[in-house]
């Protein structure tokens, strides 16, 4: 039995399969199976993915190779347009099948995310723009409809909205992180905590667990390597590049102290799922040798929380 299955540990702790294939970069990580990313994510102790590329869209098939693991589907990242109100109504049909697609796989939380005006995701705009184009008013006020209308839409099959913060996007800093949270109803919009994005963002990650750990449901744990984000500050880097220069890692590989994040999960009695993601070039950052990484440095840190409590 692998050391890692022997420790409790009192969170879900799951991992996504973009440390193998990147939906986000197309290219990376195209060699890699389904059988054997789900086998390597299970014999480290993970119980949990979420959707990618490389995973059937076909329900029963889908199900069928997650239980030969014993790993459970947590989510799916459904990119939306809701800020286009011209696109409002088509949007939202779209975003009922994922919902319909992710309740079939028993999911309890859907993922989303505005793509309008971001740097790579917004099919309006010129792949050759990597700026991100700030939403108006009136875009964010079709955006918190939409929003609540999709959250409405979850809610009816017994699931929850989360919504993720994310670099490169029109919510990626402090004020418009803020002003999503200010603007959506807290009963129907709840928040995806991601340490590096928030890190990325200008948020200390544990400020921002403070500041909304009553509306955060989800949780994703990535590193940021100090260095890599302070050139791609100075050098004004697009989210995509950033990531190949190796500006996220796992947690435990880079700058962020994730004891008191976990310690305030505990306090809290945080029980929704944990999942590792971490955006990095495979043929760079071997996948199996970081999510290793990152399942020893989580379940140690939080063996030693434990052991304090107890003293």
Avoid at 118 to 138: A, G, V, Y
Avoid at 276 to 288: K, L, M, R, T
Wanted: proline content about 4%; charged content about 25%; overall charge negative.
């Amino acid at each position: 039995m692998e050391p890692n299955k022997r420790i409790t540990n009192p969170f879900r702790i799951g991992i996504a399969p973009i440390s193998w294939v990147n939906d986000d970069i197309p290219g990376l990580g195209d060699h890699y199976t389904q059988d054997q990313v789900l086998s390597e994510m299970a014999s480290l102790g993970y119980i949990a993915t979420e959707m990618g590329r490389l995973f059937s869209q076909d329900p029963p098939s889908l199900k069928s190779k997650l239980e030969k693991y014993g790993i459970q589907l947590a989510s799916k990242f459904i990119g939306v347009l809701f800020s286009d109100e011209t696109r409002l109504e088509e949007e939202l049909q779209s975003f009922q099948t994922w919902v319909n697609y992710l309740h079939e796989m028993g999911c309890e939380y859907v993922i989303v995310c505005e793509m309008g005006g971001s740097m790579h995701w917004d099919p309006r705009r010129s792949s050759e723009d990597k700026t991100i184009k700030k939403l108006t008013d009136n875009e964010w006020k079709s955006l918190v409809e939409g929003l609540h209308r999709a959250a409405q839409i979850c809610q009816t099959l017994g699931m929850k909205l989360v919504y993720h913060f994310h670099a490169g996007t029109v919510v990626e800093t402090t004020d418009e992180i803020d002003r999503l949270m200010e603007s959506t109803d807290p009963n129907l919009v709840h928040l995806l905590y991601d340490t590096g994005h928030a890190l990325y963002g200008g948020y200390n990650p544990l400020e921002l667990l403070r500041k909304y750990e009553d509306r955060i449901q989800y949780v994703h744990l990535k590193d940021v390597r100090l260095n890599v984000l302070e050139q791609v500050r100075k050098e004004k880097l697009d989210f995509r590049s950033a990531v190949l220069r190796g500006m996220f890692t796992v947690p435990g590989d880079g700058c962020i102290d994730f004891a008191p994040i976990f310690e305030r999960l505990m306090e809290t009695k945080y029980d929704g799922w944990i999942i590792v993601e971490a955006e990095q070039d495979p043929a760079i950052a071997h996948p199996y040798t970081y999510a290793k990484m990152a399942k020893d440095y989580i379940d140690a840190t939080v063996q030693a929380l434990l052991a304090a409590r107890k003293r």
